[in-house]
């Protein structure tokens, strides 16, 4: 896989993490005062998470290393980083939710 492929494939992965911080924010939203407080130090380590991958991306389609294994490397690194704290989150907001209880 050249560094130009590697790039686009991961700006339409990025896409889709922008779309799920979206959703994210806004079952946030939803929640009461205090657990949207408890939340959104998780939307921002995620959003700090994005915007890492991001600038990592940019500076490949920029620079164009000869060796770009490393900064694939980390790339990949904070996709796994985000999945983990995305899916922490989601657990979290599930559980600060109030439940319907059918009559």
């Known amino acids: ?3 130009n492929d590697f790039c686009k494939g991961m700006e339409n992965e990025m896409t889709a993490w922008k779309a799920k911080l979206y959703d994210a924010m806004r079952k ?4 009461g005062s205090a657990e949207r ?14 915007e890492e ?8 389609r920029t620079e164009c290393p000869s060796d770009w294994s490393p900064m694939k ?7 796994v ?3 983990g704290k995305y899916e922490e989150t989601m657990k979290a ?4 939710s109030p439940v319907s209880i059918p009559g």
């Open 53 to 60: 991958m991001s600038g990592r991306v940019e500076q490949l």
């Open 81 to 83: 980083d985000m999945r």
């Open 37 to 50: 407080q408890k939340m959104l130090a998780n939307i921002e380590d995620l959003h700090i998470l994005l």
């Open 28 to 31: 946030v939203d939803k929640l």
């Open 93 to 96: 907001i599930g559980e600060a």
């Open 73 to 79: 490397n980390d790339i990949e690194q904070g996709t």
């Open 1 to 3: 896989m050249d560094v």
